[in-house]
């Protein structure tokens, strides 16, 4: 008498072999991109944004988040409209993703001069102020019109 356990149809572990190697490649596309992001953040402001982001202070940290968060969309909707084809995806969040962090750093700059807000001085403060809110929304909203823009 033979008993089946489990049935799984032929080339299951190729499939699960292959999302698995898709899945290490995005992140580390991902991962790549989120330093990139942040040190291009670091480098466009005054201070040394991840000494501030270590020392806990709250507006640097508010900001660095939302700027990941932004660079997470950026790669989540270029995965997203791979439509599967691994390679093109990689490259799209790639090509993507450093095209949206030169606009988040550009639109980012123009909002501190149009609003006059000294990024150096909001970022390094020890209390929490009302306009890092002002700009991790702008961090955010620019990574949602990047994402979108991708469709």
Known sequence: MTTTVLALEPGFFGVIGGGIGAIVL???VGLLLMLIGFYAIDLTTPGKLNQLVREGR???VRVTGAGMVSMAFIVV???????????????ASLIFGVVGIVAQA???RILEWVT??????LLAAEEPRPQAYVVSAAHVALGLVVAVAIL
């Open 106 to 108: 550009v639109a980012v």
């Open 58 to 60: 709250p507006n640097a």
């Open 26 to 28: 995005y992140a580390l």
């Open 116 to 121: 006059r807000i000294d990024i150096g001085e």
């Open 77 to 91: 909707v270029a995965v997203y409209g791979s439509s599967g084809r691994l390679a093109e995806g990689l490259l």
